[in-house]
């Protein structure tokens, strides 16, 4: 771990271990407690490997009831708690702390309700991504959030990091796909919000949970919203001379109102990198290549096939290549698909960086990210969600090499500040975590990041969820709750008043 | 009649705030107006009027981005964005006709404050979908911003979003940046005649979950639909399904549509021009409107309820019994009641929505005493209810923001 601070752990906790662990066995009784250094490895990090803590014990509830009854214990006895769906954050999301309950909610795996003619479907928060599709998918249904993970991935952990994939732009992040969850407060109080039907008439408190971090509560039952999958997709591969064209294509086809199902953007590299990996068939003299999918009825898709190319030809494309068999469609993505992989081939370790930015930066920030790579002499290639702005540089080094670790999270910063510096934000889908933990003052000020930490004080007042993630610094609710007004008078005597 | 304040900019906004704390004035958090007859009827020291809070401060149709002062007027923004053939694709309704006043009143403020949304919520979302970040002023007398500028992010908790349907009473909004979309190239509207209220739902279900990209689904009974001049003529119930985008594809779709339907009941159609009529008739709720000037207190009690979109002709029928008038629209899920007379009858309809297996209703017209007497959005439990008093004590501590606006208390 490199420089990572996280909350001092509670020499209280810590010493009445023991204890702890017995009542919680009696809450959780059988083989849902894990206490010993072996069993408890498995969890002692997530998707960010480079960060590894084991938890003081591993609590793997079965029922909501067990959840309320260990989240209340924990609230009694002043235990840190961290929840964790599959393990897959690639932001340190679920990264476990010393003294704290680590929260597997695992054994949630049960799919409650499937209604086609609401078109929703009630889930154990457990429940992986890809596993909601697969109960729907006979009647044609899918549901659309897909992060890369989907396979492992589970919708709790989708609903407290409100996950993306290659589809946003057109079908929405975890937030516009969520109808209901029900869900433990650090109290042990258990409240269910929205429901099979929209909104809230009111508050939007749902809004607020999802992408919380599992800094709000546990959720223990999500109802999404599921939709007829296209009746069609085709692609587009469009190979460019600049990345300035590229970009160029983009805004052209979003300008002429279309609004792809997947606009991706790779850059010179990892074009190299994937047609290495597995032979794509991609281009490999374009310095960067897009690949547009339309998706929807059969006549409306080649009807903006053919726009989309109309569009590309016009600004200078040198190959371009539209989808004619369903085999053709999947083997253009299966580059991109296999990016990561790719550039693991090419080099023992990377890390995968997830600013967004307003598209017209691109340009500039690609110039930048090549100057900082010559300044730190590591590799980057990038993977770009083109339509929603959200980038995904890799940043190649070898974890063997003394100072290369520290090297490569200097450079993934110096990218994230940038990003925040053009307009755009720190983190697209990946959330915020303990990577980006500390970069948060670039976007936020002090009155800011209050306001946010007055919201977590409304839910968990002695931060108990999750503590060491997100904020940089986690003010006690107390010092929070002062207010500092000061004056009588309107001090601005022109002020209109009628 | 209480003070009005009317600040010019964000920093006047905080010193109007900070005055009020320092004071213990409570102030009405509003923006032109339009809608001060929604929500539970308050009286407060002075109103904090945004309206001078004006302008569009960035719009980038590449980007599908726009930035406004919370005072700005929707009707500029959308007629902003439909020069560049774009669109608020959550199709803000305007609670003028309804609420007696002249439309395109609204401001894009208390458009995410109420976070409305019209036929195109089930398949583009609320507003609470479009809000991408803004800066506001919260009870504390601070401003402090949220969010981005960008369509994708999830940098600390999503508070543009949370405070979406907040009326006022967290935070005065001082600027927002939204999401825009490209406006489909064109529309029409497929039409199923003589349903009823029970069959158009399943009607509805059908064709909004089969492939054919249905943007709007609604169902009106023989005597709301005599209400609307696109359809006054068909004489019978109307199950409206609306397609847009490139008309190669509506050609197709409809095609698909009247394939599948066709069992069902007399097809007909609206062409373009009577569709944009119709939609809007029933986004702004026109079959139960007021004449321009006419008076909340004295006009029927109109309720908008959300239940799951094959629970709402169950509601209709409960509030049919008691002699109210009832349309559908979001495929069956949003039931606007218009009720016999001026009181509301909370009760049965409170417990119609219960049957319905729950959802929320909230009392959209109704008189200031009703208005004050009444619980008007959806009760809270006990344990939510806390949660929201606690979220007030954050961001609104001397409870100076609309202070009951949405529940007493908070």
């Known amino acids: ?498 | 009649m209480s003070e009005r304040l009317c600040p010019r900019d964000e920093a006047e906004v905080v010193e109007a705030v900070r005055w009020a704390v320092s004071n213990a004035r409570t102030l009405d958090v509003a923006g032109a107006g339009s809608k001060a007859a929604l929500g539970r009827h308050i009286q407060t020291d002075a109103t904090l009027e945004l309206k001078g809070l004006s302008g569009v401060t960035l719009y980038e149709p590449e980007e599908l981005v726009l930035s406004a002062k919370a005072g700005t007027k929707v009707a500029e923004i959308e007629a902003l964005v439909a020069a560049s053939k774009q669109m608020l694709a959550f199709e803000p309704m305007d609670f003028g006709p309804l609420l007696g006043l002249a439309p395109g009143g609204g401001t894009l403020g208390g458009l995410i404050a109420c976070n409305l949304a019209g036929p195109r919520r089930p398949s583009a979302g609320a507003a609470r979908d479009h809000a991408l970040g803004l800066r506001a002023v919260s009870g504390r007398g601070e401003a402090f911003k949220a969010g981005g500028r960008v369509v994708k992010n999830v940098t600390g908790y999503d508070l543009p979003r949370g405070l979406s349907g907040s009326y006022g009473t967290l935070a005065a909004f001082t600027e927002l940046t939204i999401k825009v979309l490209p406006r489909p190239e064109t529309v029409e509207t497929l039409l199923v005649l003589g349903l009823d209220d029970a069959a158009a739902a399943g009607v509805m279900s059908a064709a909004v979950g089969s492939y054919y990209d249905v943007s709007g689904a609604a169902h009106l009974p023989a005597g709301i639909a005599a209400r609307i001049p696109a359809v006054a003529g068909a004489g019978t119930g109307v199950t409206a399904l609306r397609l847009e985008g490139v008309k190669p594809s509506i050609v197709h779709r409809r095609g698909k549509l009247e394939a599948m339907l066709g069992a069902h009941g007399t097809l007909s159609f609206l062409d373009e021009a009577a569709s944009l009529g119709f939609w809007r008739a029933v986004r702004d709720v026109e079959p139960f409107a007021l004449p321009e000037g006419g008076s909340p207190d004295r006009a029927k009690a109109v309720w908008r309820v959300s239940v799951a979109p094959m629970a709402g002709a169950s509601v209709g029928a409960a509030l049919r019994e008691a002699g109210a008038a009832c349309f559908y629209d979001w495929a069956g899920g949003l039931v606007w009641i218009e009720m016999p007379g001026s009181a509301p009858d909370t009760a049965r309809v409170r417990a119609a929505v219960a049957g319905a297996g729950g959802g929320h209703a909230t009392l959209i017209r109704a008189s200031a005493a009703a208005r004050a007497g009444e619980e008007v959005f959806q009760p809270l439990d006990p344990i939510t209810g806390a949660l929201i008093s606690r979220m007030k004590n954050g961001f609104d501590p001397g409870r100076v923001l609309s202070p009951g606006r949405m529940y007493a208390g908070v």
């Not at chain 1, 539209?322 to 550039?343: I, L, M, Q």
């Not at chain 1, 940043?395 to 003394?402: E, G, L, Q, R």
């Not at chain 1, 993934?412 to 307009?423: F, K, N, Q, S």
Request: hydrophobic share 45%.
């Open chain 1, 1 to 498: 771990m490199s420089g990572l601070v996280m909350p001092a752990p509670k020499a209280d906790v810590l010493a009445r271990r023991a204890q702890i662990i017995a009542e919680l066995r009696a809450i959780v009784p059988g083989e849902g407690v894990i206490d010993t250094e072996a069993e408890m490895r498995p969890f002692e990090s997530d998707g960010v490997t480079a960060y590894r803590q084991l938890p003081l014990a591993v609590v793997l509830p079965s029922t909501t009831e067990q959840v309320s009854k260990v989240l209340a214990y924990a609230n009694a006895n002043g235990i840190p708690v961290v929840p964790r769906g599959a393990g897959t954050s690639l932001s340190g999301g679920a990264l476990p702390l010393e003294d704290g309950i680590l929260l597997g909610m695992g054994k949630f795996n049960r799919i409650l309700d499937i209604d086609f003619a609401n078109r929703a479907v009630v889930a154990q928060p457990g429940v992986t991504n890809l596993g909601i599709t697969h109960a729907v998918a006979h009647e044609g249904f899918y549901y659309a959030p897909d992060p890369s993970s989907q396979i492992a991935c589970t919708i709790g952990g989708n609903v407290g990091e409100n996950s993306g994939g290659v589809h946003c732009l057109k079908y929405g992040l975890t937030t516009n796909n969520v109808l209901g969850v029900e869900m433990v407060l650090i109290t042990g109080e258990i409240v269910r919000i929205g429901g099979k039907h929209l909104d809230s008439g009111g508050l939007d408190l749902l809004g607020l949970i999802v992408g919380s971090e599992g800094l709000l509560g546990v959720v223990t039952e999500v109802t999404v919203r599921i939709l007829k999958k296209p009746e069609t997709a085709r692609a587009v591969l469009l190979g460019f001379p600049s990345s300035e064209a590229a970009g160029a294509c983009v805004a052209a086809i979003i300008a002429a109102g279309v609004i792809p199902g997947g606009m991706e953007m790779m850059d010179k590299m990892m074009v190299h990198a994937a047609e290495a990996f597995l032979g794509a068939g991609y281009p490999l003299d374009v310095e960067a290549l897009l690949i547009v999918e339309l998706d929807g009825p059969e006549a409306e898709v080649n009807h903006l096939i053919d726009r989309v190319a109309e569009i590309g030809n016009g600004l200078g494309c040198m190959t371009l290549r539209a989808s004619t068999s369903e085999e053709e469609r999947v083997a253009f993505w299966a580059g991109r698909k296999a990016a990561f992989p790719a550039v693991g081939r090419i080099s023992p370790d990377y890390l995968c960086m997830d600013g967004t930015i307003p598209r017209k930066a691109l340009p500039l920030v690609l110039k930048r990210m090549e100057e900082m790579s010559e300044k730190y002499g590591l590799r980057c290639g990038n993977v770009f969600h083109a339509g929603d702005g959200n980038l995904h540089p890799l940043i190649c080094y070898d974890a063997n090499v003394p100072g290369e670790l520290e090297k490569a999270e200097a450079f993934g910063a110096d990218i994230l500040l940038l990003c925040v510096e053009v307009g755009g934000v720190l983190t697209g889908e990946h959330g915020v975590g303990v990577e980006k933990r500390d970069l948060m003052p670039s976007m936020f000020n002090e009155i800011d990041l209050a306001h946010q930490e007055r919201l977590k004080c409304a839910f968990d007042p002695e931060a108990l969820l999750n503590p060491g993630k997100v904020f940089p610094v986690l003010h006690r609710c107390a010092e929070l709750g002062r207010m500092h007004v000061s004056g009588g008078k309107l001090p601005f005597p022109d002020l209109p008043r009628f």
